[in-house]
């Protein structure tokens, strides 16, 4: 059974296009988060969800959406793709509060804006 | 401002023998977690070991041990007994409390050398 999933693994598109990334975790977490890793193995955090609501909002292009219709699942959408925009991206979940929990991570996805 | 600094971005090791990967970091939250992630080659996010703020004792994980030092704001990984399995990319990462939010390092690429 896998905790925190995404799809596609691997999305190649054009310029200009939008696209969605999905994710959703069987875990019972509260909290989920959207982070991006650049070519230089970096790791972003994006957005934080808890129970739905918008909980962390790093400085991202208004192109990037993400939708959370349960506390299950957080998509992402992006508007009119870039080549910067190329990255892994990451889904990942942890419990909310306390003294801080381990984030389950999504297999990842691998954009490639051509 | 950097939260979590890893100042190795590649490191050798021969196998069977131990390891230590840097890192420090920057928080005035006396409250925090700090963890370690592995991340092969493959790209899926492993956890491997995390340490509370409070916790008293290092943590310890199998052949993976944190040597925490408070004081001076470090949290370095150490692996022992090396094994070819191990070579990937390590990130050591931060949640501070009040805002769920995880920091990540720049990660040190780790290669076992037979």
């Known amino acids: 059974d896998t905790a925190v999933s995404q799809t596609p693994k691997y999305l190649v598109t054009q310029m200009g296009n939008d696209k969605s990334i999905k994710c959703e975790q069987n875990l019972g977490h509260d909290t989920m988060y959207w982070y991006k890793q650049d070519s230089k193995k970096f790791l972003k955090i994006m957005f934080s969800?808890?129970?739905?609501?918008?909980?962390i909002n790093e400085t991202v292009p208004n192109r990037f959406s993400p939708k959370s219709p349960d506390k299950a699942h957080l998509n992402l959408h992006i508007n009119s793709l870039e080549l910067g925009d190329s990255a892994v991206y990451f889904c990942?979940?942890?419990?909310?509060?306390?003294?801080?929990?381990?984030?389950?991570f999504g297999p990842g996805t691998r954009l490639t804006v051509t | 401002a950097q939260k979590i600094t890893q100042t190795q971005p590649g490191m050798f090791v021969q196998e069977k023998e131990a390891v230590t990967l840097d890192c420090t970091y920057d928080?005035?939250?006396?409250?925090?977690?700090l963890f370690w992630y592995k991340q092969p080659s493959s790209g899926e996010m492993i956890f491997l070991i995390y340490?509370?703020?409070?916790?008293?004792q290092n943590a310890t994980e199998g052949r993976y041990s944190l040597n925490f030092q408070k004081a001076r704001k470090s949290a370095n990984l150490v692996i022992s007994a090396s094994q070819l399995g191990d070579s990937a990319m390590y990130f050591c990462a931060m949640v501070q409390n009040n805002f769920n939010k995880f920091y990540f390092g720049s990660g040190t690429k780790l290669n076992v050398k037979p």
């Open positions: 969800y808890n129970n739905k609501e918008l909980i």
């Open positions: 928080t005035s939250d006396p409250s925090y977690g």
């Open positions: 990942a979940s942890s419990p909310y509060g306390g003294q801080a929990y381990e984030q389950y």
């Open positions: 340490q509370g703020s409070y916790d008293q």
